[in-house]
């Protein structure tokens, strides 16, 4: 069974740098095909592609927000770091891990985390 | 970057009726890397079709997704009380950054 976890502080500051750890289990991200993405979704918002990496640690990162994110992966734990600089009240959301299986075609971002609420406020 | 653009934002229907929702590309996904997701209130979104038109464990055959280069539509021939959620689409994996739609709110 495919299960992703995001945990990270549920409260940050403004200014303060944000990291969220996605852990998963029931597969592997050195499986080719296989990508972990981030994505956030403000209060009552649609949902934002924050940042991928694939199999082979390829990075994307969402346009607008680039600058301040990075993403990264320990395969060793099964874990997907991410992290966002520069918080502010905008960034307020839940955030949310997903998989893309890539080992059959076509892919299929097939099984998401069940989301962290991260708050920015003084 | 790839725009997707739903519409309608608003669909009123009742249940037991058509619901047609559209996802609109900026530019042609060569690959039809397009899926389809539900969200309720309080919930991750659901994945109801990759692919443009590959349905999901567990996805009735009351939905439908097609569509090709840059026009997608998902379709439910008759709406169930448990099909009224906000939909959205996403295309991914081929022309990162991946997006998403703005998403349809589908409601009774």
């Known amino acids: 069974q495919v299960t992703l976890r995001e945990s990270g502080p549920a409260l940050v500051k403004p200014t303060q740098t944000l990291t969220l750890t996605c852990s998963f289990s029931g597969f592997s991200l050195s499986t080719s095909g296989m990508s972990v993405f981030w994505i956030r979704q403000p209060p009552g918002k649609a949902l934002e592609w924050l940042a991928r990496i694939d199999w082979d640690d390829d990075k994307y990162y969402s346009t607008s927000l680039r600058t301040r994110l990075t993403i990264s992966k320990d395969t060793s734990k099964n874990q997907v770091v991410l992290t966002m600089t520069n918080m502010a009240p905008v960034d307020t959301a839940t955030y949310y891990c997903?998989?893309?299986?890539?080992?059959?075609?076509?892919?299929?971002?097939?099984?998401w985390g069940k989301g962290t609420t991260v708050t920015v406020s003084s | 970057e790839i725009v997707l653009t739903q519409s309608p934002g608003t669909l009123s229907l009742s249940p037991g009726e058509r619901a047609t929702l559209s996802c609109r590309a900026s530019q042609s996904l060569t690959n039809s890397y397009l899926a389809w997701y539900q969200q309720k209130p309080g919930q991750a979104p659901r994945l109801l079709f990759y692919g443009a038109s590959r349905r999901a464990t567990g996805i009735p055959d009351r939905f439908t997704g097609s569509g090709s280069g840059t026009d997608f539509t998902l379709t439910i021939s008759r709406l169930e009380p448990e099909d009224f959620a906000v939909y959205f689409c996403q295309q991914y994996g081929s022309s990162p950054p991946d997006t998403f739609g703005q998403g349809t709110k589908l409601e009774i």
């Open positions: 997903a998989r893309i299986r890539g080992s059959s075609f076509p892919p299929a971002p097939d099984v």
